[in-house]
C-alpha cells in the first residue's frame, strides 16, 4: 500500500528534477548577456564592446536598480548586526556584573565569617589569659601571707 502512494510522488520529483536540469543546461548555454562583443571600434583592444545594444539598455537598467537595491539591503544589515554587536557586548558586560557582583557577595561573606571566628577566637584567648593571670596573682597573694 505505501509503494502506490510513494508512486505519483516519485513521478512529480522526477519532473521537477528534470525540469530543473532543463533550466541549468539553459544557463549553462547562455551564461551572461552579449554586450556586442564582436564589435570594434577603434585601433586598440580597449575600444571593444563599448557599443551597448538598444536592447540591451533595459536589462542594464533593471541590473542597476537590483545593484541598488542590493546596496541598500546590504547597508541596513551591517547598521543592523552592528546594533547585534552592541547588544551582545552589553549583554555580555551586564552579565559580567552580575557574575562579578555574586562572586564579591560570596568572597565578602566568607571574608567575615572568617573575622567573626578569628575575633572569637582572639575573645576566647584573651578570657583565657585573664583567668591565668588572675589565678597566677592568687597564688602569689597567698604566698605573701
Known amino acids: 500500500m505505501a509503494g502506490q502512494g510513494d508512486a505519483p510522488e516519485a513521478e512529480e520529483c522526477w519532473k ?3 525540469s530543473l536540469q532543463a533550466s541549468i543546461e539553459q ?6 548577456l552579449t554586450i556586442s562583443d564582436d564589435l570594434k571600434v577603434g585601433f586598440f583592444n580597449t575600444d571593444h564592446a563599448t557599443q551597448t545594444d538598444s536592447s540591451e539598455i533595459l536589462p542594464v537598467k533593471e ?10 539591503i546590504v547597508k541596513s544589515l551591517q547598521v543592523d548586526f552592528g546594533f547585534l554587536k552592541q547588544l551582545l557586548q552589553l549583554k ?3 552579565r559580567l556584573k552580575e557574575e562579578s557582583l555574586s562572586l564579591f557577595t560570596v568572597l565578602h561573606d566568607r571574608i567575615m565569617e572568617v573575622e567573626k571566628h578569628h575575633q572569637r577566637n582572639e575573645d576566647h ?6 583567668q591565668q593571670l588572675a589565678d597566677a596573682i592568687a597564688i602569689l597573694k597567698g604566698l605573701y601571707k
Open 16 to 18: 521537477l528534477i528534470d
Open 27 to 32: 544557463f549553462q548555454v547562455n551564461r551572461r
Open 63 to 72: 541590473l542597476s536598480s537590483d545593484t541598488q537595491n542590493l546596496v541598500q
Open 92 to 94: 555580555f558586560e551586564d
Open 125 to 130: 584567648m584573651r578570657k583565657c589569659f585573664y
